[in-house]
């Protein structure tokens, strides 16, 4: 159930309004609940061919409330936050809970699992400066487009800036409440060259936290220019089997698959290709998988998961090793393991597990190294739709990208579909060093010796 107007007042506070749900939801007759109140600002100018096609801002309020009465749960959301409106909110989430399935496994934390303390200067999450005017940001997608026209044989520039900041509070019957806000700069371009069915298009794109760490625009329209122009002239690649160098763009998705893999959800399920493969090789050694959510100045941090656990570096994969599940309570009680406090929620729905800031391990060659190596074969620098088994791991993807010969870059390639087998060609990965630092996932270009390519 969704309710829809109104909007927090001027000296209410979101810890005073999840308190409030929360007493609602005692006096209508939950045994247990959580709270997460959500206030949001967003600012975006979009321009296509010059001209400014869209500018937009918004600010939101929403309210989520879960209830668990005798094994059962029920959420419920709103963003008119009236007290007439949280009274009935309460009133109907208990009935839906009294109404719902039992879950042996749904439950809130209990008070000596809760964090109690955390540093939020520390992660700094917040940029404090004041929010940019639309001029400001209309400027920056102007400077971006400028920069990509600059380059001959450019015909078309799409760009985009934006800032956002989200404050949220999480509070519960069992003593949690916590609360933080999070900030967001952007700029992106896309730019298009080429006429007919020889058009071809590429972007580029940066987002920090804070203004003052944000490149110039003009790089990012000059990048975006760049990219598109390389890709003019794209032929199909030849069918067999090739070495396959997924660039630091794409590379991420990889070690995402992995990731979704070793999720509890997936497992508890019996959906997940990874079911049998706990404490054994999943990379190859040398390379591990980090997650640490406690990194300053990146999007993924934070200091408590959504059911208020204390956040904590940890190994999912350590020296090439499956060591352990991402698990929020419920998924750590059905496969009686401890929450490794990665629990994610937004308003409308349960807690599910959820990764935050992921690093794989560094190799020790550059990107241009492992194209040397790799005689012949395909660099890919874009993706697109996938085939991918959850429980078996058989892996097929569209991708284009470059064709290398004896070491060297030699043309662009498109329409082509790579294939293998995860569990297969993960333990044979080779990484290079140029995974990007500001980002949440820093994983670098992945060289994959020996997968099907179909081309022409």
């Known amino acids: 159930m969704t309710l829809s107007t109104a909007s927090l007042s001027a000296d209410a506070s979101l810890e005073a309004l999840t308190q ?152 519960a019957s069992n003593g949690f409440s916590g609360g933080y806000a999070r900030s967001s700069r952007s700029v992106s371009a896309v730019a298009f060259v080429g006429e007919g069915t020889g058009m071809e298009r590429d972007y580029a794109g940066e987002s920090r936290i804070f203004q003052s760490d944000l490149p110039a625009a003009e790089e990012v329209g000059a990048l975006a220019a760049e990219r598109a122009l390389a890709r003019l002239g794209a032929v ?7 070495p396959v160098l997924f ?24 959906a997940s290709w990874l079911r049998d493969a706990l404490g054994t090789r999943v990379l190859p050694a040398g390379l591990s998988v980090i997650e640490d959510p406690h990194r300053r100045r990146i999007g993924g941090s934070r200091p408590f998961d959504g059911e208020g656990l ?3 570096r940890r ?52 990107r241009a190294d492992l194209i040397r190596d790799m005689g012949t074969g395909l660099l890919i620098t874009s993706l697109i739709g996938s085939t991918i088994s959850a429980t078996t791991g058989d892996y097929s993807r569209g991708a284009s990208g470059f064709w290398v010969e004896n070491g060297e870059i030699r043309h662009p390639v498109n329409e082509c579909t790579i294939a293998g087998n995860l569990r297969d060609f993960l333990p044979r990965i080779v990484a290079a060093n140029d995974a990007r630092p500001h980002l949440s996932m820093r994983v670098p270009s992945l060289l994959v010796e020996g997968l099907t390519l179909a081309g022409a």
Do not use: F
Request: proline share 5%; net charge negative.
């Open 20 to 171: 409030r749900l929360l007493d609602h939801a005692r006096k209508a007759g939950a045994e247990a609940a959580d709270v997460l109140a959500v206030e949001g600002t967003s600012v975006g100018i979009d321009l296509r061919a010059g001209r400014l096609e869209q500018a937009e801002r918004s600010e939101a309020v929403e309210v989520g409330l879960r209830v668990l009465i005798g094994g059962r749960q029920a959420c419920v959301s709103a963003s008119d936050v009236s007290e007439g409106t949280l009274a009935r909110l309460a009133e109907r989430a208990v009935a839906m809970a009294s109404e719902a399935p039992r879950d042996p496994w749904a439950g809130l934390a209990d008070p000596d699992q809760i964090a109690r303390d955390w540093d939020l200067a520390a992660l700094d999450l917040c940029d404090p400066s004041d929010e940019p005017a639309p001029a400001a940001l209309e400027e920056d997608a102007r400077r971006a487009e400028a920069a990509a026209l600059a380059r001959a044989g450019v015909r078309q520039v799409e760009t985009s800036a934006g800032y956002g900041v989200q404050r949220m509070h999480l509070a």
């Open 247 to 270: 660039d630091e763009r794409v590379a991420a998705s990889l070690i995402g698959h992995l990731l979704g893999a070793a999720n509890g959800a997936a497992v508890a399920r019996g």
């Open 315 to 366: 190994a999912i994969v350590e020296n090439g090793i499956l060591t352990g599940w991402t698990l929020d309570l419920a998924t750590g009680r059905q496969l009686g393991m401890a929450s490794t406090a990665n629990a994610s929620r937004g308003t409308t729905a349960p807690p599910s597990p959820s990764v935050s800031n992921i690093d794989l391990s560094p190799g020790t060659a550059s």
């Open 310 to 312: 204390p956040t904590r």
């Open 236 to 242: 199909k690649p030849a069918t067999g089997r090739y």
